[in-house]
């Protein structure tokens, strides 16, 4: 059984003694905060069923229907918790907002109290469990159901306190304690329900984490610039996108190096990223069409049948081409003797450049020498 599991089962339980519990302190003490409290924490088992099942769903691994996993299971567990948490507080707040013009009846005793105590202790472990279980496993509907305890330890506190203050002779503390307590409820609540709702939105990650973002790629030298960064989270696992601007001399395996070294900082910076998709620019798109209307091959038909008037004997040049700033840049190596006449050869690297810049689609033509290296 893994923690997150375990947490649930351990909650589970404990509501339903605790509800039992505080029924027969209410009943005995003469309580009726307690009974309502009994109910609370009885009602609470239905949000440890969701739990249990949205945690285990989130749990499970990526497949060919879910490449980004099933973590959104737990986002929507979390979400409808703070819909139950606010569904509560507005409860409580309804119940004692009656209790003001009811006849208190009959005071609470002693035993009333110590259940309504030993509620908020059992609470509020509770809470401290589930919460550190659930950041430990970067689980949202876990870290939802350890403020519900919360909420319940707080709701516990309205009890004793109306119970006191009955006790004292004061019997409108109960529902006014209660009152306060339920908007105290209300507003965990919507702020669980936000925080779920903001992750099914896939808002972007905070401030925080977008600075710490920016200052690892501008520690990276090759990187010179990165923009379309986009953050967003499922399951409590960040996902990262963004495009990185690169010399555009750059042969394709450098621009993978650093795309690489770029998502693993980023990996390796936060403790929850579920995968960082780096893409590599060797222009900046916002300026520059990045779409270009011929293609290497297109461009590799042209240049070899130019270069060919002009020698025959050269069969297989190795071209590269570039596209960059709008321009279509070709790179021809050629590869000579090397007792070749340097002097013979500049003329030949002019001709041939001259005669592959006459093609309207080459902008510009690199020719470069190459003595006695084989190509792989």
Do not use: C
Not at 177 to 202: N, P, Q, S, Y
Not at 206 to 229: M, N, Y
Not at 334 to 344: L, P, Q, T
């Amino acid at each position: 059984m893994n923690p997150g599991t375990r947490a649930i089962i351990v909650g589970a339980i404990a509501n339903l003694l605790l509800s039992l519990f505080k029924f027969a302190g209410g009943i005995l003490g003469n309580s009726v905060a307690l009974v309502a409290d009994a109910i609370h924490s009885l009602s609470d088992l239905v949000t440890d069923i969701i739990v249990l099942f949205t945690h285990r769903i989130g749990r499970m691994p990526q497949d060919a229907d879910h490449p980004y996993g099933h973590g959104r299971a737990e986002t929507i567990g979390a979400a409808i918790i703070g819909l139950l948490i606010i569904a509560t507080g507005i409860g409580v707040i309804h119940e004692t907002w009656g209790a003001l013009s009811e006849d208190p009846g009959q005071t609470p005793g002693w035993l009333a109290a110590t259940a309504a105590f030993l509620s908020i202790l059992i609470n509020e472990g509770l809470f401290h469990y589930t919460l550190r279980v659930g950041k430990a496993t970067q689980s949202p509907s876990l870290i939802a159901n350890a403020w519900h305890h919360r909420t319940d330890a707080i709701s516990s506190i309205a009890a004793l306190i109306g119970i006191i203050g009955a006790g004292q002779g004061f019997p409108f503390m109960d529902p006014l304690a209660g009152a306060v307590v339920g908007g105290l409820i209300v507003k965990v609540g919507i702020d669980i329900t936000r925080e779920g709702v903001r992750d099914l939105m896939d808002t972007a990650l905070s401030d925080e984490h977008t600075q710490k973002i920016h200052s690892i790629l501008k520690k990276i030298p090759e990187v010179l610039h990165f923009h379309d960064l986009r953050t967003r989270v499922i399951g409590g696992e960040f996902l990262i996108d963004l495009h990185i601007l690169v010399d555009p001399e750059m042969t394709v395996t450098e621009g993978h190096r650093v795309a690489e070294i770029a998502r693993r900082n980023l990996i390796n910076a936060f403790d929850n990223i579920q995968d960082v998709l780096v893409h590599v620019d060797g222009e900046a798109d916002a300026e520059i069409e990045a779409i270009y209307p011929v293609t290497r091959t297109e461009l590799i038909e042209i240049a070899r049948p130019l270069i060919a008037e002009l020698d025959a004997t050269i069969l297989q040049p190795e071209i590269r081409v570039h596209h960059i700033k709008g321009k279509n840049i070709v790179d021809v190596f050629i590869k000579v003797d090397s007792n070749y006449d340097m002097e013979g050869s500049r003329t030949w690297v002019a001709n041939i450049k001259a005669k592959l810049e006459t093609a309207s689609q080459i902008d510009q033509a690199r020719v470069f020498l190459d003595l006695n290296r084989e190509f792989d």
